[in-house]
């Protein structure tokens, strides 16, 4: 992909919000919380749970889960309510706002009441599932999920079918995120932000660095190597290390053979733990050396604790996730949340959002809008990867609904949780 130089946004209001976002970047404290963080230290003993509850929700769409009879009231009505994640979102220390936010509602009128709401796809989902069944307004016009968490919603019918032609910006999605295989031409999402799974290392105690996944198993790196809780990725990067392309026709058998290695280095000691986020405080303290983690994370400890770790996609390949932003079934103000979606793929504010939560932006043009922004940032790959970066990352293949059950009953019971 090709990235041009930009000229100054016109927009008044889009001038300003990069005026404050890079002041704001400017007081940024060293003790920012990813949105990941708070994924991570969800899946406790209650997450787990969760999890389990929910994976098997399968089948197809409710009967009554049809937006035909749902009213927009966007028309009278300039509200949109938003769930996210908590930590997701662009905000000023200082002034206790979000800054896009603000700046929307002074370019459209349109008023947005932002909820951190989600600290669990499988616990949010929970909460809401009855509603949507029964084709209930949730009190949310957007909400965002996890890759495998939106196609479950589109599966079974819990969204509305997005009008492209309210998000003319939607054409700025990054190509590689324009057709994946639950939503097909992004007809009832857009992706909010994405990142890789991959190997982190702390550079001083392993000078040589990492290139695959099979490197971890060394002998000398025995009891202080540590992988993620979460499965698609753990076990994804563990499968592409055995030549298996994740993205495509694999079953059993692949699955199977990839999880009998992440027994054997659990058995053995080499692993030292299995975690979701806290996984960056023993590379911290130093009881781990390396992991496999997630590119926001690394980025985010250097930025605080200086550049001390390394991140870097496995030679056969990381993963690729992404969270989405998704209209709920009875959702009542669905042209102002397309408005809404419209308005952060403008690089700019795209630009302002990627400076705070430092992940994979979405949207073509915010590289070079970040230059008035965080020119630190611009040339960061795990922010703003290039074509070659993103050819070794890959999505980890949509499950079906009994897989989805099998695979994560599996791989909880082998790492104890």
């Known amino acids: 992909?090709?990235?041009?130089?930009?000229?100054?946004?016109?927009?008044?209001?889009?001038q300003e919000l990069v005026r404050q976002a890079s002041a704001a970047r400017a007081r940024a404290a060293a003790g920012t919380v990813s949105r990941r963080a708070v994924l991570g230290s969800a899946l406790g003993i209650g997450g787990v749970a969760a999890l389990l509850a929910a994976c098997g929700t399968g089948g197809t769409a409710s009967p009554t889960a049809s937006a035909a009879g749902v009213k927009d009231v966007s028309g009278t009505d300039k509200t949109v309510h938003w769930a996210n994640w908590t930590l997701y979102l662009d905000y000023d220390d200082k002034t206790k706002t979000y800054p896009t936010l603000d700046a929307f509602t002074k370019q459209t009128g349109i008023k947005v009441t932002y909820a951190e709401d989600i600290d669990d796809n499988n616990t949010y989902f929970g909460k809401i599932q009855a509603q949507l069944s029964n084709h209930q307004d949730i009190g949310q016009d957007i909400v965002v999920f996890t890759d495998?968490?939106?196609?479950?919603?589109?599966?079974?019918?819990?969204?509305?079918?997005?009008?492209?032609?309210?998000?003319?910006?939607?054409?700025?999605?990054?190509?590689d995120l324009q057709n994946v295989d639950f939503d097909k031409g992004r007809n009832y999402t857009l992706t909010w932000q994405s990142g890789f799974a991959g190997i982190a290392w702390t550079k001083d105690k392993v000078p040589g660095g990492i290139r695959t996944v099979s490197d971890l198993w060394k002998p000398e790196f025995k009891g202080r190597i540590e992988v993620l809780s979460e499965m698609r990725d753990t076990m994804g990067l563990i499968m592409l290390d055995q030549g298996v392309d994740i993205t495509g026709k694999w079953g059993d058998n692949e699955f199977n053979a990839a999880l009998d290695v992440l027994k054997a280095q659990i058995s053995s000691g080499q692993i030292r733990q299995v975690k979701g986020n806290s996984y960056k405080e023993d590379l911290?303290?130093?009881?781990?050396?390396?992991?496999?983690?997630?590119?926001?994370?690394?980025?985010?400890?250097?930025?605080?604790?200086?550049?001390?770790?390394?991140?870097?996609?496995?030679?056969?390949?990381?993963t690729l996730w992404s969270d989405n932003l998704m209209v709920p079934i009875a959702a009542t103000h669905k042209t102002n949340a397309e408005k809404l979606m419209n308005y952060y793929y403008e690089p700019e504010v795209a630009a302002t959002v990627a400076a705070y939560v430092n992940y994979i932006c979405p949207v073509v043009g915010a590289k070079d809008a970040m230059t008035s922004i965080d020119p630190t940032l611009v040339d960061n790959e795990l922010i703003f990867p290039s074509a070659s970066t993103l050819a070794k990352a890959h999505v980890f293949r949509t499950l079906s609904s009994d897989e989805e059950t099998r695979y994560n009953k599996a791989f909880l019971a082998t790492i104890g949780a």
């Not at 492209?164 to 700025?172: D, F, L, Q, S, T």
């Not at 983690?293 to 990381?318: C, V, Y």
């Open 148 to 175: 495998w968490m939106a196609s479950r919603m589109i599966r079974l019918g819990y969204t509305q079918k997005l009008d492209h032609a309210n998000i003319p910006n939607w054409k700025n999605l990054l190509p």
């Open 1 to 14: 992909m090709t990235l041009h130089r930009m000229q100054p946004p016109e927009d008044p209001m889009i």
């Open 284 to 318: 911290i303290s130093g009881d781990a050396v390396a992991v496999i983690g997630w590119s926001g994370d690394i980025t985010q400890i250097n930025f605080e604790q200086g550049d001390k770790w390394q991140f870097a996609l496995p030679e056969a390949g990381g």
